[in-house]
């Protein structure tokens, strides 16, 4: 804390070291707000820790220190310190930094990075909301976690800022999946009920009879969705007819909610 009061340019020095020295360990699990942010506690390690005190202690001291630095250390910090770096600015007002980060793990394919920066956190629709990332950049990073399979929910917030478009988006990206034999995002159908287009609808009903139970919950999440903004006697009908077909005790009482 000492060494980067004393100069900004020690950041570089004492970050690498510390995944060894803090350690990896991970914190206990929890959704906290810290500032702005809200985050899973449990997705930090010590060492994620160690670097954001580290990190704002110098830039307390340096007022003038301004984001070209922490997109510096970014760029040519090792596996850790990249990862460290992310985990800090994911709790940040967003910025200038904020955005250039983002484009960053856009772009690559280390899935480490990536979910430190836009997972088990509201940054992404925090960016959203702040109109300073567009919408269709949000949707294309949302994209890239759906095609490796990350949850809906380790994007916090996100769906509010669903659209026809990004419906669009997921449902080709099924469609594709559906056409090549393969599986298709469990999150789909909570996601495009929020923005629902023409098959929309039909894609959640067909979801409530998939033979894989976790394809039925998020089905009926959707169906929960659909019934909040856009009842009508065929939902209505749909979660009846849902409820006595399912076998699943939490979701026949998630149905019977509905009902």
Known sequence: ????????KALAIVLPSLARRA???ELARGRIRIGEA?????AWRTCDVAGHRLIEA????HADLDDSVLHELFLHGDFEERVIVLRHVSLLPIQSVTIALLGEVQRTNTAAWFEALVCDNDLLARAVASGRLPRDDAYKILLKGAFVDLRLHRFYGIEHHASAELTRFVTGLATEREAAGR???????RLVAHAPIEGSVDRV?????DSRAEYRHASVDGLAV????HGDARLNAAARGAFERESDPGL????????
Not at 38 to 42: A, D, K, N, P, V
Not at 205 to 209: D, N, P, S, Y
Not at 252 to 259: A, F, N, P, Q
């Open 23 to 25: 350690g990896r360990a």
């Open 58 to 61: 110098c830039a307390i001291a």
């Open 252 to 259: 026949r009482v998630r149905l019977s909610e509905l009902i």
């Open 226 to 229: 659909l019934l909040a903004t």
């Open 183 to 189: 599986a298709v995002w469990v999150d789909t159908n």
């Open 38 to 42: 809200e985050i899973e506690r449990g």
């Open 205 to 209: 009903l067909r979801g409530l009879e």
């Open 1 to 8: 804390m000492r060494r980067v009061r004393d100069d900004p």
